[in-house]
């Protein structure tokens, strides 16, 4: 891991204030997901690092990075400023990510926690090399988009993960990247990946048993009001189709560099069980009009009177 260089001010890098001025593409019902495997393998006791391959400028893994727990290991592979090493993957990094740079990454990512996860910073294919296989719970790729690097890195990712871990695939049908799609869909008709739902951009999937997770994942859907899904088939076995347009985002990371008049908590923090009850100040003549319609006669009189010799007292 390296801190940001000297020769950069913090005034050249970006200093967002909340993880939607990140750059990148992490909609809501993915955010949705990511929390929910991420605190059902919490809730299971089951154990490992985190790993994504493919980090843009960072707003995925500093959300990931918020739910690493204690003794836990978060790794994250990109080329950032590095050549790649074939003709056609250097085409797509000029065209797609022109922009990213690893100070930009880091600088992103150290607006919302202390620490830089562990980087590598080259190809996805040498990630095999700095992560142990069957050590990862949850991997999110989303680095080439092209056939056979994500083939490769799908490949890698199914030794690296645990036996019940999950792994997420970014863009599988994008009209602009079918490389994807076929890695993806090769590997659940050839490589034993077994599909557990999909939403408008991302495939998650286990090469353990997706019975147990697509379950419990539907109970939690069938509690919520503002998740839409469905169940279809795909070669005889469920598949949770599910969106989650105007749905809230989950709690999300605080960034250091957050207004000082709003609390930096703030975004963490669950709502109130029962917020405390505000009780306005009667409005001038409603207090008369109170005693005028409740009291009895005689202390009404008594009231008015103490009135009238009060506005008397003060002319």
Known sequence: MTALTADHSAEQLPRPTRLSEVKGWFFTADQLL?????????????????????????????????????????????????????????????????????????ANYLAFHDALPTIVQGLSSVVREHVADGSVRFAHIDASH???????????????????????????RAEHCPGVAAATWQAVANEGLRPVCITGTKFYGTWGDPEPLQTALLAWIDSREDIWHEVQQVNGAPLIRLSAKGAKDPAQPVSRHASPLRPRAAENRAPAASAARVVPRPRPGTLRRVAL???????????????????????
């Open 34 to 106: 990511f929390d929910w495997f991420l605190a059902h393998q919490q809730d299971r006791a089951l154990s490992g690092d985190l790993l994504e391959l493919g980090a843009y400028m960072g707003k995925s893994a500093i959300f990931l990075g918020a739910r690493l727990r204690s003794g836990e290991r978060f790794t994250v592979c990109d080329l950032f400023d590095s050549p790649a090493e074939d003709v056609s993957n250097s085409r797509e990094m000029k065209k797609s990510y022109a922009t990213l740079t690893r100070r930009a990454f880091e």
């Open 146 to 172: 092209l056939y056979e690097h994500v083939h490769g890195d799908i490949l890698a990712v199914r030794e690296l993960l645990t036996g019940q871990g999950i792994v997420v695939l970014d863009d599988f």
């Open 293 to 315: 319609n409740v009291l009895p006669p005689v202390l009404t009189k008594a009231v008015v009177a103490a009135r009238r010799r009060a506005r008397a007292a003060s002319r």
